[in-house]
């Protein structure tokens, strides 16, 4: 039980380059998240998906696309990187089933996340 | 809109002293409020999570506790141990059960 994996750990960017971040989650939850963290400040949420086939918007989702390819994975898609877009981000999966950790997120280990 | 936020930024005991932790927020209506540790360039770490008709919660050395009508909680670590020193980061979870984060306390616990 992996729990939520996440691929890369590192990449580095051009500006104007793509890449598709990877999430997965081995728990059956429903719900997926992505936020991205940037120094001195909290977390804020990109795209969220509350079951698999929906997606929508957060706080901060311009410059971004997700994919919820089926139950387990989210993907989320830089489609021309900007160096505003230099973070961490975390993918975060919600559990709706558990009554002991009743909608508890669960989070992977990050993607940090460069661009020149 | 919601609004969370932490106090102290940083803090900085000997180690063997009680400690607590602060989280406010704004808005009232919360279905739950976490508790997470990250250590330096790592992940996220849940300690804590209350639910919203929850008053405290406890695991080993450490307590949370919730009051909604004053839009606090804090986070209470007994017999601090140098291996207690990260960054720790409250989120309150609202509509949709997207979490609002604080920005967290970086502590630090002397030998």
């Known amino acids: 039980n992996a729990g939520v994996t996440q691929t890369p750990k590192f990449q580095v960017l051009k500006t104007g380059q793509s890449m598709t971040l990877q999430c997965a989650q081995d728990m059956n939850h429903n719900s997926m998240y992505w936020y991205r963290q940037d120094p001195g400040m909290g977390l804020r949420l990109i795209y969220y998906?509350?079951?698999?086939?929906?997606?929508d918007k957060g706080e901060v989702p311009n410059g971004y696309n997700v994919s919820r390819l089926n139950k387990r994975e989210f993907s989320l898609r830089l489609e021309s990187a900007a160096p505003s877009q230099t973070s961490v981000y975390f993918c975060?999966?919600?559990?709706?089933?558990?009554?002991?950790?009743?909608?508890?997120?669960?989070f992977g280990p990050g993607t940090r996340l460069t661009v020149l | 809109k919601q609004e969370v936020t932490q106090i102290p930024a940083a803090l900085s005991v000997p180690e063997g002293e009680n400690l607590v932790l602060n989280c406010s927020f704004t808005?009232?209506?919360?279905?739950?409020l976490q508790w997470f540790r990250q250590d330096p360039g790592k992940g996220l770490t849940s300690l804590l999570l209350?639910?919203?008709s929850q008053r405290e919660q406890t695991s080993g050395r450490l307590n949370a506790s919730l009051d909604k009508s004053s839009g606090r909680s804090t986070l209470y670590i007994a017999a601090s141990q140098p291996g207690d020193s990260a960054t720790y980061l409250c989120?309150?979870?609202?509509?949709?059960?997207?979490?609002?984060w604080g920005a967290g306390t970086k502590l630090i616990i002397k030998p």
């Open positions: 808005d009232s209506a919360i279905y739950n």
């Open positions: 209350i639910q919203s």
């Open positions: 975060a999966s919600r559990s709706i089933t558990d009554r002991r950790r009743l909608n508890e997120q669960f």
């Open positions: 989120a309150v979870s609202g509509s949709n059960y997207q979490l609002i």
């Open positions: 998906s509350a079951s698999e086939g929906t997606t």
